[in-house]
């Protein structure tokens, strides 16, 4: 799953990601691209489910982008004493663009 933040602006901002007011780190499952406008999540599960919203900071300010919202369903396929097994969907709502500074 990737979100993209379309963010512009002179000076050049840079970007930042932030889920639920707190900002992301970078794990063995979420990247950011180098320029920091998309992050991607591999292998999506229940707890990255949250409000994810870019920040664009340059010298003349911050912006921060409407909220993209992650919600992460998953339902036991087989449960057993020792084992389990599920199945996970993920649905979002988002537009990430704005434009920062001028």
Request: charged residues 20%; hydrophobic residues 30%.
């Amino acid at each position: 799953m990737t979100l993209s933040c379309n963010a512009t602006g002179n000076p050049e901002p840079t970007i930042s990601w932030n889920r639920d007011g707190s900002p992301v780190d970078t794990s063995g499952r979420i990247n950011f691209s180098d320029d920091k406008k998309q992050l991607t999540i591999t292998n999506v599960s229940r707890t990255d489910s949250g409000e994810y919203r870019c920040v664009a900071s340059n010298s003349l300010g911050n912006a921060t982008s409407n909220a993209a919202t992650l919600d992460v369903q998953c339902k036991y396929l087989i449960k057993t004493e020792n084992l389990s097994y599920f199945s996970c969907k993920q649905s979002f709502v988002f537009l990430l663009s704005f434009f920062a500074g001028s």
